[in-house]
Nanobody, 114 residues
Framework: QVQLVESGGGLVQPGGSLRLSCAASGMIFSIRTMGWYRQAPGKQREFVAHISSSGISTYADAVKGRFTISKDNTKNTVYLRMNNLKPEDTAIYYC????????WGQGTQVTVSS
């Protein structure tokens, strides 16, 4: 059925930037939120950011002021612009769409290291 396809992960130096994208392979109706979670090795998966159907954004304290979430409803795509990246941002980032059903991407690796 519908799949979420993520892109934009990679290796970046501290202080650098990356932009993640996540697009649904098919149309998803009644989306409540689009967002991102992340999981570092040995740690719990944690909330990063999401944006509601009305365009309201919410961020985890750890990323406030550095990350920006946005969306394109026409494309059913969500983006995460990550600025001033820190080593502690290193994790697998998972895209999440909350609709009638919940959808998850397979994850994309973000590594922040010199």
């Amino acid at each position: 059925q519908v799949q979420l396809v993520e892109s934009g992960g990679g290796l970046v130096q501290p202080g650098g930037s990356l932009r993640l994208s996540c697009a649904a392979s098919g149309m998803i109706f009644s989306i409540r939120t689009m967002g991102w979670y992340r999981q570092a090795p040995g740690k719990q998966r944690e909330f990063v950011a999401h944006i509601s159907s009305s365009g309201i954004s919410t961020y985890a304290d750890a990323v406030k002021g550095r990350f920006t979430i946005s969306k394109d409803n026409t494309k059913n795509t969500v983006y995460l612009r990550m600025n001033n990246l820190k080593p502690e941002d290193t994790a697998i980032y998972y895209c999440n769409f909350r609709a009638i059903l919940d959808y998850w991407g397979q994850g994309t690796q973000v590594t922040v290291s010199s």
